[in-house]
């Protein structure tokens, strides 16, 4: 069972440039019975937040977005036959894509940068996470660096040729929503994983349009 509550806002400096905020919060409240006779159980309570800013520059030759995020969750898990735990968890992330347009024949680039960091406390019942490393009684923290990078080749014969490699991190979200780049070069970079885990992704594709309505 989760609510949330949600609020946002808009603001455009120029034609050009504007900035969208984004902040959500959340509890939620989940009980499983372990025995036919619901002698033990099992109750996840977690309480929520998250803060999201994005800037976006729309150029004659580049498209600029960079954004920030934090995330807060407090966990309290109880089980009926070995106790209560609470586990604190803070995510905060930087990130900043650019996309370059108008180049020569039909090239655009695009890079891309994000660093986050992830920070918990507390203990918990029976959680290992081996890409964070956190075991369970423990404290622990990371910090990541992710690069970026894609192409997109539109040749003249309605052909685009993609391609993309970069590192990502899988961030928590509410409700699985967020204001952060979800693709480079048509690709996805965020992935429904563990949260914490990170992915290393190279690939190309081609997309081929034959006529207006068939591709």
């Given at each position: 069972d989760l609510q949330t509550a949600r609020i946002g806002g808009y603001f455009a400096f120029d034609p050009r440039s504007d900035l969208v905020v984004s902040a959500i919060a959340g509890r939620s409240t989940e009980r499983m019975y372990l025995r036919d006779d619901a002698s033990w159980f099992f109750e996840d309570r977690e309480s929520l937040q998250s803060f999201e800013a994005q800037y976006a520059y729309r150029g004659s030759s580049a498209q600029v977005l960079a954004g920030v995020s934090a995330y807060h969750n407090a966990t309290t898990l109880e089980d009926s036959d070995y106790g209560v735990s609470?586990?604190?968890?803070?995510?905060?992330?930087?990130?900043?894509?650019?996309?370059?347009?108008?180049?020569?024949?039909?090239?655009?680039?695009?890079?891309?940068?994000?660093?986050?960091?992830?920070?918990?406390?507390?203990?918990?019942?029976?959680?290992?996470?081996?890409?964070?490393?956190?075991?369970?009684?423990?404290?622990?923290?990371?910090?990541?660096?992710?690069?970026?990078?894609?192409?997109?080749?539109?040749?003249p014969t309605r052909t685009t040729i993609r391609a993309a490699a970069f590192r990502t991190t899988k961030r928590t979200f509410i409700a699985d929503q967020t204001l952060q780049p979800t693709q480079i070069a048509g690709f996805n970079q965020l992935y429904d994983d563990l949260n914490g885990a990170r992915s290393k992704f190279a690939g190309v594709g081609i997309d081929q349009k034959f006529t207006n309505g068939t591709f």
């Open positions: 609470d586990l604190d968890t803070r995510e905060r992330s930087v990130y900043a894509f650019a996309t370059f347009t108008g180049l020569p024949a039909g090239f655009v680039p695009q890079v891309g940068l994000s660093y986050d960091t992830y920070d918990r406390t507390g203990r918990h019942l029976a959680e290992f996470n081996p890409h964070i490393g956190l075991v369970t009684g423990q404290a622990g923290g990371l910090q990541l660096n992710d690069p970026k990078l894609g192409l997109v080749w539109s040749l």
